[in-house]
């Protein structure tokens, strides 16, 4: 089936609006007819929606899904075009994410694990580089080793590599008020801090890894959200790849995503409807009631919202959402990270890599996976929203090809920062945004529970990040329901 959402270029037949995918759901609803009392209303079917719905349903509530898309899997989903599967938004996992893992496990999905790196190609196994204009090429190990000093030096805020200011990145209340410091510090000024010690190529890897990482220019970065990236990845900058860009899914991140879903439909006590945005919520003190844009009314005892931060604004809710709540969602988060799919020409570039700085688009570049067809995968990143303004595939490939000749044969893409229901990528925070807002984003109002990977504990902005807010919000609301504080209310479908 097609999704609405993502755009596909190939050279024998131009460009596509729409993508095929398994994460679309057909037929969009599937509500009970009558009078019923709802449980719970889930807004957004990501994975945060996704497990907190499976969860509840799973114990006999009665759970309404509202998804403003067709489909599942929110700001990842999962293209499969001619026999080989692009992931759209989000991508890789590992063991070390605990509560993606759990879900990896639950399905028995272990043995579709695949690692995206393979540098056991003769031919092109090494790093382009185009940097302020200058290409060379650099074998991995350089590549590493050049990466690694830089982010070390840039990361040793306190002579033990960031230990000593996060030495649990899961808790984000350990050692609150050194972690503190470093979020009123912006990532330019902590490079400024130490640019003197690196060599130019050195800086230039720092800063394009900086900007890799938060999709936005360093200055409007936290240097405390680069030290929670850094410990969850093990203090190291092999971590990062190890644990953010290495195993990915054979069946892609719908398979997953689909598993749950399904299983959450199993037992009958998941109802949901798609291509329902929602316009605004009113907790009344007795209920939860929650109108559509096209004018369906919901009610429930409680709603879990899993609505990203860059939307929360756009959603009417009453009583009006507290202070800290509400400047946070109208300030938002910064990342504006583009990622475009490139199927290239032979086998070539499997073990090749890629860094421009300053890029023509996409600053991170890697091969992913070889095609049915005997091309080569290449998944690239950078920090530029306007790349996919006016869907000038021409200067798209260009982000490809300033950084090495290559016969691009498609282009896969979706533009996550004006798609209106997330406008943005993965979170990332400005300086001083955690310190007062955190915690106010992470607390329910009233019957309102609030859960996605935007303010997630451990890893924010991550799938992981998103199954944690599910789980938490889950139960927070399954206590409530068991506390019998809530009064049933009639609802009409």
Aim: charged content about 20%; proline content about 4%.
């Amino acid at each position: 089936m097609i999704t609405q959402d993502g755009c596909h270029y190939h050279i024998s037949q131009g460009l596509t609006h729409g993508v095929p995918s398994r994460a679309k759901i057909s037929p969009a609803e599937r509500l009970a007819t009558g009078q019923q009392t709802l449980d719970t209303i889930v807004i957004g079917a990501g994975y945060a929606g996704l497990i907190a719905a499976r969860n509840l349903a799973l114990q006999g509530k009665r759970v309404v899904l509202l998804e403003a898309r067709d489909r599942i899997g929110g700001r990842t989903f999962t293209s499969d075009i001619d026999g080989y599967g692009y992931e759209m938004g989000g991508n890789w996992i590992h063991w070390g994410q605990p509560h993606v893992y759990a879900e990896v496990s639950r399905y028995s999905m272990a043995n579709e694990l695949v690692s995206s790196q393979d540098y056991t190609h003769e031919e092109g196994n090494y790093c382009s580089t185009m940097i302020h204009g200058i290409g060379r090429q650099l074998t991995h190990q350089e590549e590493e080793h050049i990466g690694e000093t830089a982010m070390s030096m840039f990361c040793n805020v306190d002579g033990q590599q960031g230990r000593g200011v996060v030495p649990f990145p899961h808790n984000a209340t350990h050692n609150a008020e050194e972690l503190a410091k470093w979020d009123m510090v912006s990532c330019q000024d902590r490079l400024d801090q130490i640019k003197d010690q690196l060599s130019p190529l050195q800086l230039a890897f720092l800063t394009s890894t900086l900007m890799h990482i938060s999709g936005a220019n360093i200055e409007d970065v936290s240097v405390a959200e680069m030290l929670r990236w850094w410990a969850l990845c093990d203090y190291r900058n092999s971590g990062i790849t190890d644990y953010g860009l290495l195993y990915k899914l054979k069946c892609g991140q719908t398979g997953l995503a689909k598993a749950i879903f399904d299983e959450g439909v199993m037992l009958g006590n998941l109802q949901y409807k798609f291509l329902a945005p929602v316009a605004s919520i009113r907790d009344d003190g007795a209920s939860v009631e929650v109108n559509t844009r096209g004018g369906q009314q919901f009610r429930a005892k409680t709603v879990i919202s899993t609505i990203p931060l860059n939307v929360l604004s756009s959603i009417q809710f009453t009583p009006p959402l507290p202070t800290g709540k509400a400047l946070a969602a109208r300030q938002g988060h910064v990342n504006k990270a583009t990622k475009t799919h490139f199927e290239v020409e032979g086998k070539t570039m499997r073990s090749w890599s890629g860094v421009a700085y300053p890029s023509k688009g996409q600053m991170y570049l890697y091969g992913d996976g070889l095609t049915p067809a005997g091309n080569t995968h290449i998944i690239a990143f950078g920090p530029d929203p306007e790349l996919f303004a006016g869907e000038d595939i021409e200067k798209i490939k260009g982000a490809l090809t300033h950084v090495k000749d290559a016969e691009v044969k498609r282009v896969v893409f979706h533009d996550w920062n004006e798609d209106e229901f997330s406008q943005g990528t993965w979170a990332v925070y400005p300086p001083n945004f955690a310190n007062k807002y955190l915690d106010d984003l992470q607390k329910p109002v009233g019957r309102i529970h609030f859960a996605s990977a935007d303010w997630a504990e451990g890893w924010r902005g991550f799938i992981d990040g998103a199954i944690e807010q599910g789980v938490r919000a889950s139960l927070a609301v399954s206590k409530e329901l068991a506390s019998h504080r809530v009064a049933p209310k009639q609802s009409h479908l």
